[in-house]
């Protein structure tokens, strides 16, 4: 999504802010947006694995708490000990990068320091950061991510002949047309996860960006307060119909 602040009002594009090439690739600002996310999770990382002892402090204790009632929660749903020390990092993983860049991405100022474009006699305002989930390569990105480690579960834990049979079952005509329903659903799981992602967030920050256009002091406020909690419900649904799906791919077929 692509804000430009015009004399006349605010104009708002699909297309992401472009702050340049990188060896012929359009540089973005939520590009740069999830590579600073990243290497900030990175450092956060490491510094409370630094920081690690066996008499915990108050934030080890917190982050402990959380992570375990997370694990106890992906452990209930999956019913299986083995998938969830397999899967529980990954899903964990998706949760928390959403939910940071869905956070960031919302933070006053954020997206008001970046280069200053003249075009027709107007000036336009390009963001070093821009909200990622706005972008909708960053969400069918993480959309492939979770498509790819749903079908590596179902062929790790079933076989990759014995998986195959839940989409292509020459055993009836009934068979083969439930197994071709399912392949469709599978692969439509590439577009709700994408696009329910994108369209929550750019929904939320345009509703942002108005507000603080007609009313800029009090109105925002409840709103960005709601948009907090719709990002976190998104980071939520994301990692919560991982799981789901990943269950459903090592079940065996019926």
Excluded: C
């Amino acid at each position: 999504m692509n804000i430009a602040h015009a004399s006349e009002g605010i104009s708002i594009h699909l297309s992401a802010p472009v702050l340049g090439e990188f060896f012929g690739i359009p540089l973005t600002s939520t590009m740069v947006m999830t590579w600073f996310v990243i290497i900030l999770l990175f450092i956060f990382s490491f510094v409370m694995r630094k920081k690690l002892t066996l008499i915990p402090k108050k934030t080890q204790v917190v982050t402990e708490a959380l992570v375990g009632g997370a694990y106890d929660y992906v452990e209930e749903a999956f019913e299986d000990e083995e998938l969830t020390k397999k899967f529980f990092p990954t899903i964990l993983t998706i949760f928390i990068f959403i939910l940071t860049m869905n956070w960031i991405g919302l933070f006053p100022g954020v997206d008001a320091i970046g280069l200053v474009s003249e075009s027709h006699g107007e000036e336009t305002l390009i963001p070093f950061l821009h909200p990622a989930a706005t972008d909708l390569n960053v969400t069918i990105a993480l959309a492939i991510v979770a498509f790819v480690v749903i079908e590596f579960a179902g062929i790790f834990y079933l076989g990759f002949f014995k998986y195959g049979n839940k989409f292509i079952n020459f055993s009836s005509p009934l068979n083969f047309l439930i197994g071709i329903i399912e392949l469709f659903s599978e692969l439509a799981r590439l577009v709700s996860f994408s696009f329910r992602l994108f369209g929550n967030i750019f929904a939320g920050k345009t509703l942002i960006l108005i507000a603080m256009f007609f009313i800029p002091v009090i109105l925002p406020i409840p709103i960005l307060a709601f948009e907090m909690f719709v990002g976190f419900i998104q980071a939520f649904i994301f990692a919560v119909l991982t799981l789901f799906f990943i269950k459903l791919a090592a079940a065996a077929p019926h």
